[in-house]
DNA sequence: GGTGTGACCAGCT
DNA sequence: AAGCTGGCCACAC
């Protein structure tokens, strides 16, 4: 395996792990990873996504207010919230209004 | 090899 | 109260 992927990979195979129905926060996710404070570095992931072999159901993963922050990065602005919707969500203004209610955490799982 | 940026978060002013 | 800066780690030029 390589070495490099650590993190990157990582990030990648929580966003994976995400469960229908279910969404998660890029802190969250960073926490579950041991760096708290590297939760941009989970955004930039998820931009490398697409680059991805896998597929990452990205759009299950939002900032801490449950904001569809990178909904610019799906190809379409507005594809990302159609995504939830179709998942159930209810989204208002790019947030999530059941975030909370729907909110997945990695370590919840505690499955490692 | 150094600088800048990035789909963020939290604290300080 | 709201705005901004710093900090975190990894990748691109």
């Known amino acids: 395996m390589s070495d490099k992927d650590n993190f990157f990979k990582r990030v990648l195979e929580v966003a994976q792990l995400v469960p229908y129905g279910k969404v998660t926060t890029y802190g969250n996710i960073a926490a579950y990873l041991g760096s708290k404070g590297s939760a941009r570095m989970v955004g930039w992931a998820m931009n490398q996504s697409h680059h991805s072999k896998t597929p990452v159901p990205a759009h299950r993963v ?46 919840k799982m505690s499955s490692e």
Request: without cysteine.
């Open 62 to 107: 939002v900032n801490r207010n449950g904001m569809l922050t990178g909904k610019h990065h799906f190809g379409s602005p507005n594809l990302m919230q159609e995504l939830l919707e179709n998942e159930g969500f209810i989204i208002e203004h790019n947030q999530i209004v059941n975030f909370k209610e729907n909110l997945w955490d990695p370590e």
